[in-house]
């Protein structure tokens, strides 16, 4: 018996350590999973902010006098949005960053449209355009969700491949920390209210 131990306990060491790098590869992976199916809800989001703002921009020609260069900035910004892709698998903080900026691009120039309109009281009377404002709005508060959800389901993941011991298999696993979503530039200083 004593000649079979040495064999007994190198197979117990390996099948110990088999449990360990299987498990702390399916819990990770589970994870990632998780991260991209909330980036799809972000997505998804922004998508319906796309599409809405599309119905809105057409609504908003309707109006004879409108300023053009206002509607131009608007699908311009639009179209720079969605441009921009994420490969979920392979998120980078300069990724996120870019997909940050060309979203806060739309984000400004959907809100001088709005700002415009106030001087359109038949705009601001049609049951279409305030209608599309609703859902504008319901949106961004769903763009909100998808993004707090987000950072949510990074946590877990980020946790999981950066403590030790997991952090040297994570790196032989090929799992890598992924970026929050931050909040855009300059979200920190205070909203200037002007009223002219």
């Known amino acids: 018996m004593r000649k079979f ?116 009281p038949d705009l601001k009377a049609n049951q279409n355009f305030l209608k599309l404002q609703d859902e504008l709005t319901s949106t961004e508060n769903q763009i909100l969700t998808a993004r707090t959800r987000f950072n949510e389901s990074i946590n877990p993941y980020n946790n999981h491949v950066k403590q030790f011991p997991g952090s040297i298999l994570a790196g032989i696993l090929n799992f890598s920390e992924k970026p929050y979503f931050d909040a855009e530039p300059g979200a920190e200083k205070p909203v200037e209210v002007n009223f002219n």
Request: hydrophobic share 40%; net charge neutral; proline share 3%.
């Open 5 to 120: 131990l040495p064999w007994i306990i190198v197979g117990a060491i390996l099948l110990i350590g088999y449990s360990w790098v299987k498990g702390f590869n399916n819990t990770a992976v589970t994870l990632d999973q998780e991260v991209k199916k909330q980036w799809g809800n972000v997505q998804t989001a922004y998508q319906r902010r796309n599409d809405l703002i599309g119905n809105l921009v057409n609504t908003v020609k309707g109006a004879a006098d409108f300023e053009k260069s206002t509607l131009e900035a608007v699908i311009k910004a639009r179209s720079e949005a969605t441009k921009t892709t994420i490969d979920p698998a392979n998120i980078t903080p300069e990724q996120l960053a870019q997909f940050n900026q060309a979203q806060s691009g739309l984000s400004s120039a959907l809100s001088r449209l709005l700002v415009t309109v106030e001087q359109y």
